[in-house]
């Protein structure tokens, strides 16, 4: 297969690089220099470069990794936010729908889409209630594939990803923890601790997406991405800094952030059917963490 990754320079897209890289010609596309790759593009406008790389080769699939993953910046600044994880995706479909119209098209959204959920664990009929900006665009980006599928036959497919991690991420809670433990040995983060996030390996995040390019419908269904597992974040806490194998004290300042939920827990059974399987535990994925964390030194 030819796979294009849009966004290729990011945590994920990375990963799908060097995952695809192995077996498929695979072809990079982001914002960022980088001149001493092969099949790799720099992303001025997005839609021109597209469209040049349309005109040049055919590709059989198209993941969409682009785009900004901040809610605080979201709600900060909603337009910016919007470019890039709304009005970016119609530039990806536009120029598919002119120059590539059977490639398949992967859209990565998000669990933010949901909001606060009415019942746990949360399917994909769950009703959707963004709480920032980042969930209400990355909602309007499903709806666009939607659009782009029933009104010109493209394939598309969205991915509601829950809290993916694993080396090479630097931001969101394991990577907060370790900066802040570096300052000192007491530390404070948001809320009571007793929050649930649903964490999903990097590599079983990357076998996900394979799946659903061999057996997804791709008739602009949305898919949760997860592993199907809840954790409270004071007990993520406690097994990072037991792997870090440090000592720190936890406080939890009992205030909530704007845009972000209390509960999170994925029903992942449209995955699990289509031959998906959650493979890494959370403590053998915090401790891959860590050991990617020790190596930064």
């Known amino acids: 297969m030819n796979i294009l990754i849009i966004g290729s320079k990011g945590f994920i897209g990375s990963k799908c690089i060097e995952y695809f890289g192995s077996t498929h010609e695979v072809w990079g596309c982001d914002v ?21 790389l349309y005109s040049q080769f055919s ?6 990794c682009s785009g900004l993953a901040h809610v605080p910046n979201s709600l900060i600044h909603p337009f910016e936010d919007y470019t890039q994880n709304t009005l970016n995706v119609i530039k990806i479909l536009e120029a598919l729908r002119k120059s590539n119209p059977e490639c398949k098209f992967i859209n990565l959204s998000s669990a933010a889409v949901y909001g606060n959920p009415l019942t746990l664990p949360i399917d994909e009929t769950h009703p959707i209630n963004p709480l920032s900006p ?3 665009h990355k909602y309007q980006a499903e709806l666009l594939c939607e659009e782009y599928h029933k009104l010109y036959g493209l394939r598309t497919c969205s991915l509601r990803i829950f809290s993916a991690y694993g080396p090479g991420l630097r931001k969101q809670l394991l990577w907060d923890l370790y900066q802040k433990s570096i300052r000192s040995e007491e530390i404070q983060l948001f809320g009571t601790g007793n929050e649930t996030r649903d964490f999903i390996f990097i590599d079983d995040l990357i076998e996900a997406i394979e799946i659903v390019i061999r057996n997804g419908k791709f008739s602009a269904e949305c898919l949760n991405i997860a592993s199907g597992i809840s954790y409270e974040v004071k007990e993520v806490a406690a097994l990072f800094f037991r792997s870090m194998e440090k000592k720190v004290k936890i406080k939890f300042d009992d205030q909530s952030r704007d845009g972000d939920p209390s509960n999170w827990k994925a029903d992942i059974s449209q995955l699990m059917a289509m031959g998906f399987k959650s493979k890494t535990p959370l403590t053998i994925g915090i401790d891959k963490y860590v050991k990617w964390l020790k190596e930064l030194k």
């Open 59 to 64: 590709f059989d699939v198209c993941i969409n």
């Open 134 to 136: 980042y969930g209400y």
């Open 32 to 52: 960022v220099n980088d001149f001493a790759i092969e099949n790799y593009s720099i992303v001025d406008d997005l839609q021109h470069t597209l469209s040049e």
